[in-house]
């Protein structure tokens, strides 16, 4: 039997998205919902679009005609073996900070020409650390709030209206109130939208022209990232490199920000296109050792990666 306030879960939508819409639905609160529905398994004190118990898929299974497929597709597990392997790689994703029900990280982005349209829902593809843009708005994605600065936490909007249901919509900020979308709008400019077009497409097709396999292009991207972050005295060759290359200072920069990661994202993208020869160019005359790159993968580095710096280093 369907639930009587049943919507269906829009193109994209992550799980907690449309788990708040749903309880809106419905007319109750979320602890309230999961109680009854989901045998009382708490929701908001843990990563729940990452790690979700099995029950809950099946409870949603149940009580909605949602194909088996399209309730994965709805967590974000539905990215292994696209954007990584086996192991949910907390690179590739971005952490939210649970600490009880508070979020301390800016790890939920979100697009303001998105959340203007009358069904307002976060994306599956706002948790993910390669994304900068929205391309169906050409606008960059935010990572806060923009009046208050506080991180993105919507499921807070319950807190402290006892007897009554949140009236407020997914646009809303949780310690404000105010509403996140009332901003300038910044568009992204066309190495920005070249870049994001070139992740979107590697995770749509599962491969890109550098590998057959997409989540060995996204451990690399992510390895170089981190790498512009280091500040370890003897594995920081790497970007103290690239400062030089790009006359720019990583110092002082924040992982945790998107506006940083923008920054870090682009520059490896950049030695990345045009594989090889872009990378090569870079790696010639630098005192550059295989270890400076291979150190923190989980594994090996993938061979058409470790293939080329074996042969130019």
């Known amino acids: 039997m369907n639930w009587p306030g049943y919507i269906k879960p829009e193109e994209d939508e992550i799980f907690t998205s449309w788990f708040y819409r749903l309880c809106k639905e419905h007319r109750i609160k979320s ?57 949910i790689s907390t690179k590739s994703l971005l952490s939210i900070g649970i600490n009880h029900r508070k979020r301390r990280k800016f790890g939920l982005l979100y697009c303001i020409g998105c959340l203007e349209k009358e069904v307002k829902f976060f994306k599956k593809s ?67 939208i070249k870049y994001q077009k070139y992740i979107n497409n590697t995770i749509d097709f599962g491969f890109n022209d550098l590998t057959q396999y997409s989540f060995t292009f996204f451990s690399v991207l992510h390895e170089l990232e981190h790498k512009l972050y280091s500040r370890s005295k003897k594995w920081n060759k790497f970007r103290i490199e690239v400062e030089k290359y790009r006359s720019i200072s990583m110092l002082n920069k924040n992982l945790n920000r998107i506006k940083s990661r923008e920054e870090s ?43 080329v710096l074996k042969f130019n280093i």
Do not use: M
């Open 126 to 192: 706002w948790r993910l650390t390669s994304s900068l843009v929205c391309l169906e708005c050409s606008l960059k994605l935010l990572d806060s709030c923009p009046h208050c600065n506080s991180p993105i936490a919507f499921h807070r909007l319950e807190n402290g209206i006892k007897g009554k249901i949140p009236e407020n919509d997914l646009n809303s900020c949780y310690k404000c109130l105010r509403d996140i979308t009332k901003t300038d709008k910044i568009y992204a400019d066309d190495d920005s």
């Open 31 to 87: 602890h309230t919902f999961s109680k009854f529905f989901f045998d009382g398994l708490p929701i908001w004190n843990r990563d729940i679009d990452q790690y979700c118990p099995e029950i809950i898929k099946r409870k949603i299974s149940e009580h909605t005609p949602l194909s088996k497929d399209r309730i994965e597709n709805l967590f974000l597990s539905s990215f292994d073996g696209i954007v990584f392997n086996d192991v």
């Open 265 to 307: 994202l682009l520059i490896t993208y950049e030695l990345l296109e045009s594989w090889p020869q872009k990378f090569i160019n870079f790696l010639s005359g630098r005192k550059l050792t295989y270890s400076d790159f291979s150190k923190d993968f989980r594994d090996i580095p993938p061979f058409w990666f470790s293939n």
